[in-house]
């Protein structure tokens, strides 16, 4: 395992996108998004010392970021996003197979 160095590593694209974050109007989906980063950050502080918090952590963050996502649909108005359930283990989980694909798309195109 690496060495960890205090705050979480963030890329120039992390860094806007998280400006961006803080920009956003106080909404659900804003409260979401900056918890997942939170759990990420505590995660990677913690990683050493009690790897299987970490961990958690992680799986917390994905959940958090997931519950943002269908917040921000529903926020947005998107057709059928009054169906999405933030709360709902099943529909979380199939965010990140869903965005995987999405992304699979994009790549082959690019």
């Not at 974050?21 to 900056?34: D, E, Q, T, V, Y």
């Not at 269908?70 to 197979?97: F, T, W």
């Amino acid at each position: 395992m690496s060495e960890v160095t205090g705050e979480l590593p963030l890329r120039p694209f992390d860094e806007e996108c998280l400006s961006m974050l803080g920009a956003l109007p106080k909404r659900m989906s804003r409260h979401c998004f900056n918890s997942a980063v939170h759990h990420l950050r505590m995660a990677h502080q913690i990683q050493q010392v009690d790897p299987a918090m970490a961990a958690f952590r992680g799986l917390t963050a994905e959940e958090e970021a997931a519950s943002g996502l269908m917040h921000c649909l529903k926020e947005r108005g998107y057709e059928n996003a009054d169906q999405l359930k933030p709360r709902d283990h099943y529909q979380k989980n199939a965010i990140v197979p869903f965005l995987d694909a999405v992304g699979a798309a994009i790549a082959s195109v690019l």
